[in-house]
């Protein structure tokens, strides 16, 4: 099982310009997760996926779409970039029952908005 | 919406020394308190959580206490080690999958030998 992946790893953006990090679990869980982390703010969430279908706004959603394609994939879209949204960002995957919560992270896309 | 307090954000203590971390949260309503370590580069994983009917659990060298009524969860490690050096993350949520889980802004724990 490879986990959760996330692409890519890295990725340089200009301002304004669009791009979609993807991300994909093996593992059949239901719900998956977008976080972004900055120094000194811990782990942000921005979106997530409670199952295949639906999605919920986190706690800095704005500047951000997601898209729950299917169980096993969740991208996140930023439509137009800004240097604000420099950072790294985590996907995730939650494990279900009976050991219900326990987050798998992706390795991480570092993003850079010039 | 949940909010997830921790401190110190930083932390420096001694190899063999103890370390304390502490949280608050404010959704009365979270049953679910993990913790995840953090290395430099690496991605956070899961070392130890507590469920709301559990007031204390512990994991060899590391234990998680939990007050329901403070709203106050905190992670203790005994023996640090310098291999214990990293960020550590609590959270909080309502568990029964699908709940989105808040995390707090992280300690840097620097363990010197």
């Known amino acids: 099982n490879a986990g959760v992946t996330q692409t890519p790893k890295f990725q340089v953006l200009k301002t304004g310009q669009s791009m979609t990090l993807q991300c994909a679990q093996d593992?059949?869980?239901?719900?998956m997760y977008w976080y972004r982390q900055d120094p000194g703010m811990g782990l942000r969430l921005i979106y997530y996926s409670a199952s295949e279908g639906t999605t919920d706004k986190g706690e800095v959603p704005n500047g951000y779409n997601v898209s729950r394609l299917n169980k096993r994939e969740f991208s996140l879209r930023l439509e137009s970039a800004a240097p604000s949204q420099t950072s790294v960002y985590f996907c995730?995957?939650?494990?279900?029952?009976?050991?219900?919560?326990?987050?798998?992270f992706g390795e991480g896309s570092r993003l850079t908005v010039l | 919406g949940e909010n997830v307090e921790q401190h110190p954000s930083t932390l420096s203590v001694q190899e063999g020394d103890s370390a304390v971390i502490k949280c608050t949260y404010s959704d009365s309503a979270s049953n679910y308190f993990p913790w995840y370590k953090q290395e430099l580069g690496k991605r956070p994983q899961l070392i130890i959580d507590?469920?709301?009917?559990?007031g204390e659990k512990k994991d060899q060298r590391i234990a998680v206490t939990l007050n329901k009524t403070a709203k106050h969860f905190s992670l203790h490690i005994t023996e640090t080690q310098p291999e214990d050096s990293a960020v550590y993350f609590c959270?909080?949520?309502?568990?029964?999958?699908?709940?989105?889980?808040?995390f707090g802004a992280g300690t840097r724990l620097f363990v010197k030998a």
């Open positions: 959270a909080a949520s309502r568990v029964t999958g699908g709940f989105k889980t808040i």
């Open positions: 507590i469920r709301s009917n559990v």
């Open positions: 593992m059949n869980h239901n719900s």
């Open positions: 995730a995957s939650e494990r279900l029952a009976p050991h219900t919560g326990e987050l798998f």
